[in-house]
């Protein structure tokens, strides 16, 4: 799922994740909820 982290070795991993999911984390959610 954190294809950006994986793709971004330089930056800190957690840190990636959290930007991840404070940006995306939700609309990802509804999204997942969706398609179910």
Do not use: H
């Not at 954190?2 to 509804?30: M, Q």
């Amino acid at each position: 799922e954190l294809t950006i982290s994986n793709s971004l070795p330089n930056l800190n991993s957690d840190r990636v994740t959290t930007i991840v999911n404070s940006c995306f984390g939700r609309s990802v959610l509804e999204v997942e909820n969706y398609f179910r």
